[in-house]
């Protein structure tokens, strides 16, 4: 075996540790026929073992919260599917043992996802999984899954399934290399999430022996296998040198050739701010105040208790921009005290904006309590609203500003393509944009957030997100006004430098990404940037996308 194999790295960092693979060997139960007055009792344990595995399944998705919890569920809705249930008790009916048709129907269900396109036979990995389990529990045997380890270990398997991963210790893995999946699989949404190094797409991962040593770049995408004490030790050095490095490159955000693109950081209330100052944001540039709503208890939150909260991250960023959001309720944040009707589409109904101009009273208190906290502080307020569709929205929203006495920017996020096509009718009325590209995803595409299988389509590469944010920009350009992006978009360093060739004047994202970010763009003049944005624009997929504007920015 070649001492160092070559994938595609997908989440940065070094990794060295013992190879531990994950338990997911296919289990194949025998093919012996049963007679037919058996077959009420095999449907039976076939039904009993479904429901169990998909509980536990959901059972693990409620213990981990968040997209793992998406995934899981729609694993769990993957086994209790009624065509699936029909199909395997047609195959006892006809002789199979409860296990064997699990098996065989599930296993005919796969080869339809394996040849249904790249982003069906992404999710062959959770298929699998929900196999092996329901096999595993109607033979008997151990679950596939993590290994049973307590030292820190470098994670190996086909793919991550994400029922198993939702439970991984983050402080026993060191890193993942996996034989299949991409930059969206499981295994790199989740790797980036724990923060832990991830070379995917790895030809020849199952055969790297049990125990032994690897060393994964997360970067580069290399894993050199078995390495020397001098090899790991440069390795561990080199990573050091360049995590010192991240963290040094302070100072303002600019490409190589001095183009300055501010880097801000999203927050979600004061506790995120010694983050953001450690990473060397140059302000905020999206406080999410929901949270504060979130966290009182049921009840809109006391003027006084606004205020104090605001004035808080206000003092901790002088002479700097803070750029607050007001409340977005609705949709995925609902709120009970605002008492909001059940909707039979919540993320295409009263949200954002709509929800607040339907309450003014709460936007009122809001803006007002945000001029108080800024008085007589050196600070360049500006504020937001969420969800503007058009020019109306964006009227009222500066209307409300202006009657609470505000003295400060007033602005409108991109986060329906109608604000993006329209963007500079909507500028006739404030005075900045800000692209939230994770619901401008959502609404481009047609594609819930919060469902995991529709992934493919929530990747901020995808051509026609960044044509959106690119109408943006240039309507922000001919009106003379700024326009940043404060959706997850920004944090990808590649993707970064891609939205600074759109023409996008600042970035703002969660403060662990800033480093990346600001090395990224030092490393490429304004132009180079904006010819990967060509090249990623004139792509027909996410993937392309990504892959041209690499090939343009690491070809220079
Ligand atoms: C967005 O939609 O991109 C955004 C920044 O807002 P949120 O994620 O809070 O909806
Ligand atoms: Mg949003």
């Known amino acids: 075996m070649d001492t160092t194999l070559r994938g595609v790295g997908v989440s940065h960092g070094v990794a060295i540790g013992e190879v531990r693979h994950m338990g997911t060997a296919a289990l194949e139960p025998p093919t012996h026929r049963i007679a037919p007055q058996d077959a009420p009792r095999e449907q039976a344990r076939a039904r009993q073992a479904v429901e169990a595995v998909a509980a536990d399944l959901v059972a693990r998705g409620n213990l981990a919260g968040g997209e793992a919890q998406a995934v899981l569920e729609a694993q769990a809705m993957m086994a209790r599917d009624p065509e699936l249930r029909s199909d395997v008790e047609r195959r006892i009916a006809v002789g199979s043992t409860a296990e064997r048709a699990v098996y065989d129907a599930l296993s005919a269900y796969r080869a339809l996802l394996a040849g249904a396109g790249e982003y069906l036979a992404g999710r062959v990995a959770d298929l699998d999984d929900v196999r092996n389990r329901i096999v595993a529990r109607l033979l008997g045997v151990p679950m596939p899954g993590v290994p049973d380890s307590d030292q820190p270990y470098v994670l190996v398997a086909r793919d991550l399934a994400p029922a198993d991963t939702a439970l991984l210790d983050p402080a026993l893995v060191l890193g993942f290399v996996t034989e299949e999946g991409g930059p969206t699989s499981h295994s790199a949404i989740l790797a980036r999430a724990l923060g832990v190094p991830a070379v995917v797409a790895l030809p020849g991962a199952g055969k790297l022996a049990e125990g032994i040593v690897v060393a994964v770049d997360g970067s580069s995408g290399e894993v050199m296998v078995a390495p020397d004490a001098d090899e790991q030790a440069a390795l561990a050095r080199a990573a050091e040198e360049r995590r010192a490095a991240l963290s040094a490159t302070i100072g303002p955000g600019a490409t190589s050739d001095g183009h300055k693109v501010p880097l801000l950081a999203n927050i979600g209330g004061p506790e995120d701010v010694p983050a953001a100052i450690e990473a060397g944001a140059e302000g905020v540039g999206l406080f999410r105040t929901e949270f504060l709503f979130l966290d009182s208890g049921g009840a809109a939150p006391s003027r006084e208790r606004q205020t104090r909260t605001y004035r808080e991250v206000l003092q901790a960023f002088p002479e700097s921009r803070v750029v607050v959001r007001v409340l977005d309720a609705g949709a995925d944040k609902p709120l009970s005290f605002l008492g909001q009707a059940e909707e039979p589409n919540p993320a295409l109904g009263v949200r954002g904006l709509r929800t ?143 939205l600074t060739g759109l023409g996008v004047t600042s970035l703002s994202m969660g403060a662990p990404a800033i480093p990346y970010v600001r090395s990224a763009l030092a490393q490429h003049t304004l132009a180079q940037c904006e010819r990967a944005a060509a090249a990623a624009r004139a792509a027909d997929s996410a993937e392309q996308a990504r892959a041209a504007a690499t090939g343009v920015l690491s070809g220079e």
């Open 356 to 498: 607040l101009l339907q309450h003014p009273d709460v936007l009122h208190g809001q803006l007002a309590a945000l001029a108080e906290a800024a008085e007589g502080l050196p600070v360049y307020l500006e504020v937001m609203a969420p969800m503007v569709a058009d020019r109306t929205d964006a009227r009222a929203f500066a209307e409300a500003c202006r009657e609470a006495g505000l003295q400060a920017k007033c602005g409108a996020m991109v986060e329906i393509p109608s604000a993006a096509l329209r963007a500079r009718s909507v500028l006739q009325e404030v005075e900045f944009l800000s692209v939230g590209t994770n619901d401008l995803a959502q609404y481009t595409f047609a594609a819930d957030r919060q469902a995991g299988a529709l992934s493919r389509l929530q990747d901020p590469w995808q051509p026609a997100l960044l044509d959106l944010v690119a109408l943006a920009a240039e309507a922000g350009k001919a009106e003379g006004k700024s326009c940043g992006v404060c959706g997850e978009a920004a944090s990808d360093p590649l993707l970064a430098c891609v």
